[in-house]
């Protein structure tokens, strides 16, 4: 009867153990199949974030060339995650322009800059790895930015299809990683995302850099 006892109590045991990882294993963090490179500037739970509020993410470790330039256009936020955002969804920002250069691979060489004119920050990338297959891909860009007296470390998240006109279907997400020197407030807190999309669907295939067509 001990024996009877013991293997149905050991039999128990063991089913507990495969329910409790099962559920453990589904709660996992998704691993995203993105070069490690792009995981050392933003960590997949960002990534996830930012998947689930309407960012895509082209995975892959075989992207296109998306060597040139490219005018986003009028930018559209879709999504924010601070409950008292001073941008509500549907805020409409100016234009950026993005440089993509020398690239090998997986890793590009990247430049933008605000085109409002009032604009007074200025970027300085410390790298650029990006994603994808086929046509589709995604850039993840790692940024020094300063803005006046506020030095800030920035992510922007990049995706799209490049074509023959430009970036289809082009989305923006933004992280803001530190900051120094903000002591008014004046940018979000760390921690925070953003996700914009271009208003025309396509950020416009560019000759000239900062300026020009």
């Known amino acids: 009867?001990?024996?009877?006892?013991?293997?149905?109590?050991?039999?128990?045991?063991?089913?507990?153990?495969?329910?409790?990882?099962?559920?453990?294993?589904?709660?996992?963090?998704?691993q995203f199949d993105i070069p490690a490179e792009a995981k050392a500037?933003?960590?997949?739970?960002?990534?996830?974030?930012?998947?689930?509020?309407?960012?895509?993410?082209?995975?892959?470790?075989?992207?296109?060339?998306?060597e040139g330039i490219f005018a986003t256009g009028i930018l559209e936020m879709i999504y924010t995650s601070l409950e008292n955002d001073g941008y509500p969804i549907g805020q409409e920002i100016e234009s950026y322009r993005f440089k993509f250069y020398e690239q090998k691979g997986t890793k590009v060489k990247t430049d933008y800059i605000n085109e409002a004119i009032t604009a007074n920050d200025q970027a300085r990338g410390?790298?650029?790895?990006?994603?994808?297959?086929?046509?589709k891909f995604t850039a993840y860009l790692d940024m020094d930015v300063t803005d006046l007296e506020i030095k800030t470390r920035d992510v922007s998240v990049l995706s799209g299809e490049i074509t023959p006109e430009g970036i289809k279907d082009f989305q923006y997400g933004f992280l803001k990683i530190e900051k120094t020197g903000d002591t008014t407030g004046r940018m979000v807190p760390e921690g925070t995302i953003r996700i914009w999309v271009s208003?025309?669907?396509?950020?416009?295939?560019k000759q000239?850099?900062?300026t020009g067509d």
């Open 41 to 66: 500037i933003i960590s997949e739970e960002y990534i996830a974030k930012m998947k689930a509020n309407g960012m895509t993410i082209n995975e892959g470790t075989n992207p296109p060339n998306i």
């Open 199 to 205: 208003q025309s669907k396509l950020a416009v295939k």
């Open 208 to 210: 000239e850099y900062p």
């Open 1 to 30: 009867m001990k024996r009877v006892m013991y293997a149905l109590c050991a039999g128990v045991f063991a089913l507990f153990a495969l329910v409790s990882c099962s559920k453990s294993d589904s709660n996992e963090p998704k």
């Open 126 to 135: 410390r790298g650029t790895i990006i994603s994808g297959n086929g046509n």
